[in-house]
């Protein structure tokens, strides 16, 4: 079985500040991360993904995520938000299914709003 | 490339009424899923097809129906709508691409833009 959990459900702040969005995972199969941004009333569009290889993910958007194994976390982080990063963030674990399928579990997502 | 379209965007029903969510993709994938947003609750896998002329169940296919209809179409069909119903459905194709570090396999969703159902 999979989970994941993200702690916080709202992240404010300031335009330029750093921001760091935590997701913590279990699964008992071999771990395939993602994380996913929504804009208000639009779809999920892929931030970025962890399949193997080196544990520090880069994204779009100037985001990047951290896999810690030990820790089973993969948490998201900008150095420097701007207004438009307003959005929801989910984080999800993948397994695959039959054939070319694969099943996303997500998080409840973190809202980022972020203010002048 | 449009990528996943979905139709209708918004939808009102009444207790009972039933209604079909129509989901296309253009990107020649192989699977196709049904999700449903809920506040608070994230997104939940209603239904999926992993080939043309296969479908399975996911989390909460419980009031639900699906069709494959051919590789580009896969729709959703509430038979008889209830208020539990009431929710933000999405659409997502992928394809599994091989070639990635250490031989794995690369997964990757693509969603739609959501059809937003109210049951009242």
């Known amino acids: 079985a999979q989970s994941v959990t993200q702690l916080d459900s709202q992240v404010p702040v300031f335009e330029e500040a750093p921001v760091e969005l935590r997701c913590n995972y279990s699964?008992?199969?071999?771990?395939?991360l993602f994380w996913y941004v929504q804009y208000p009333n639009q779809g999920l569009q892929l931030l970025l993904k962890?399949?193997?290889?080196?544990?520090l993910v880069k994204g779009i958007n100037g985001f990047e995520a951290e896999f810690n194994k030990s820790q089973t976390s993969f948490h998201l982080r900008k150095p420097s938000v701007h207004i438009s990063d307003t959005a929801e963030y989910f984080c999800a674990v993948m397994a695959p299914l039959t054939g070319t399928a694969s099943k996303l579990t997500f998080g409840t997502g973190t809202r980022l709003q972020v203010t002048l | 490339n449009a990528g996943v379209t979905q139709t209708p965007k918004f939808q009102v029903l009444k207790t009972g009424q039933s209604m079909t969510l129509q989901c296309a993709q253009d990107m020649n994938h192989n699977s196709m899923y049904w999700y449903r947003q809920d506040p608070g609750m994230g997104l939940r896998l209603i239904y999926y097809s992993a080939s043309e002329g296969t479908t399975d169940k996911g989390e909460v296919p419980n009031g639900y129906n699906v069709s494959r209809l051919n590789k580009r179409e896969f729709s959703l069909r509430l038979e008889s709508a209830a208020p539990s119903q009431t929710s933000v459905y999405f659409c997502?194709?992928?394809?599994?691409?091989?070639?990635?570090?250490?031989?794995?396999?690369?997964?990757?969703?693509?969603f739609g833009p959501g059809t937003r159902l109210t049951v009242t």
């Open positions: 699964s008992s199969v071999s771990v395939y």
């Open positions: 997502a194709s992928s394809e599994r691409f091989r070639g990635g570090a250490a031989g794995r396999s690369s997964y990757e969703q693509y």
């Open positions: 962890y399949l193997s290889g080196s544990t």
